[in-house]
């Protein structure tokens, strides 16, 4: 069965620091898409990086950077230097080739920045 | 443009009551999602459309559970004789089409609560 599994329940990290959050995932496709989501307390989902299972590079957008490594099933959210406004729920997801455009997510990390 | 919109936001009903869910999804995306969100949880998939068409309902939890969608725009997710159980967020989600890469934009939600 494909799953997603974020080992994290709570994270917490200073403002300005990087933080890392765990995700991995258990498929036998070989073609598949990697999505991270940020959830506020607010409810919305933020759309915030993708990384499709044949690209070579790890995905980056501003901040936020996706660490790939297939042969370990992982796809670890790096934020750096953490922002007050990133406290949030964030959401690894995944869509696998059988499924659609079916995203199966994780159970999520609330991530909290302090001062 | 406008982004994906849902009502009512919240839905206060009794058990065993039908409830009604409405999604507008972002004008000229053709596929469109269903998610449940229970409390403290990640995001189950109930169901996706392509155009007017739902292939796999498999995600459905129950046949009380059904979702319509007319004109590629408007959808709608009815809950028939509603359960404590499915009190939870029902999120609605749009995409421009139906591919792996395609970033799902997320409503902001309708809070169902079953008394």
């Known amino acids: 069965a494909q799953k997603i599994t974020q080992t994290q329940p709570g994270m917490f990290v200073q403002e300005k620091e990087a933080v890392t959050l765990d995700c991995t995932y258990d498929?036998?496709?070989?073609?598949?898409?990697l999505f991270w989501y940020k959830q506020p307390s607010s409810g919305e989902m933020i759309f915030l990086i993708y990384?499709?299972?044949?690209?070579?590079q790890n995905a980056t957008e501003g901040r936020y950077s996706l660490n790939f490594q297939k042969a370990r099933k992982s796809a670890n959210l790096v934020i750096s230097a953490s922002q007050l406004g990133d406290s949030a729920m964030y959401f690894c997801?995944?869509?696998?080739?059988?499924?659609?455009?079916?995203?199966?997510f994780g159970t999520g990390t609330r991530l909290q920045v302090t001062l | 443009g406008a982004g994906v919109s849902q009502s009512p936001s919240n839905k206060v009903t009794e058990k065993g009551k039908d409830v009604e869910l409405r999604c507008d999804p972002i004008?000229?995306?053709?596929?469109l999602y269903w998610y449940r969100q229970r409390l403290g949880q990640g995001l189950e998939f109930l169901i996706y459309?392509?155009?007017?068409?739902?292939?796999?309902k498999s995600g459905l939890p129950s046949d009380r559970f059904s979702a319509e969608r007319t004109g590629e725009s408007v959808s709608t997710l009815t809950i028939q004789r509603t359960q404590q159980e499915d009190s939870a967020v029902y999120l609605c989600?749009?995409?421009?089409?139906?591919?792996?890469?395609?970033?799902?934009?997320f409503g902001p939600g309708t809070r169902l609560t079953v008394l």
């Open positions: 989600a749009s995409s421009f089409r139906l591919a792996g890469d395609n970033e799902q934009f």
């Open positions: 004008s000229g995306h053709t596929a």
């Open positions: 498929t036998s496709d070989q073609s598949y898409g």
């Open positions: 997801a995944m869509i696998f080739t059988g499924t659609a455009s079916k995203l199966t």
């Open positions: 459309f392509q155009g007017n068409s739902a292939p796999d």
């Open positions: 990384q499709g299972s044949y690209d070579e």
